[in-house]
């Protein structure tokens, strides 16, 4: 990929579902503009509420048989009551074809109740796909997690990414 604006604009024109914020190493994701986030300030759970992508996804029309997507989740867990969140999951379908790959080995954010104690440091994720060979571009579908926002960092291809026409 080529440089972080390029990736940028590539991101911000292939998403849907979602807007793009630019994250400390890469792009995050909301399903609110940036420009409402004074207006829930006073409200933190809504923030929150609105980094978890359910229906957010990434679309591209290419050839390529090989996708590597690297990002950062955020878990959450409680000691309250022990709760865990589960995995983020990266879903990639195109032709019928579905492959979904799940990772809980990013930060893990730690309340008691309501206050958050602690951020605990974890690793980035790395979901490698093999996608059925193509002669010719079709639209691939990248679902991103809906359990937990992300910080994308980088997608690999071995073909070009284009971004999908909206229809």
Request: charged fraction near 20%.
């Amino acid at each position: 990929m080529g440089n972080e604006a390029e990736f940028e604009q590539l991101i911000g024109a292939s998403i849907r579902g979602a807007f793009v914020i630019r994250g400390d190493r890469g792009i995050k994701f909301n399903r609110l503009p940036a420009w409402t986030f004074p207006q829930h300030a006073h409200a933190p759970i809504v923030a929150k509420v609105a980094g978890r992508l359910s229906g957010a996804r990434l679309e591209f029309e290419t050839a390529a048989t090989e996708l590597v997507v690297t990002y950062r989740s955020t878990r959450d867990t409680n000691l309250t009551n022990g709760w865990v969140g589960a995995p983020s999951i990266i879903t990639v379908t195109v032709d019928g074809f579905e492959e979904s790959i799940g990772h809980d080995n990013g930060d893990l954010e730690v309340y008691n109740d309501d206050q958050l104690v602690e951020t605990i440091a974890g690793e980035d994720s790395v979901a490698r796909f093999a996608l059925p060979s193509a002669s010719e571009l079709r639209l691939v579908q990248i679902w991103l997690p809906h359990t937990c926002p992300i910080e994308l960092i980088s997608i690999d291809s071995d073909a070009p990414l284009t971004p999908a026409a909206r229809t």
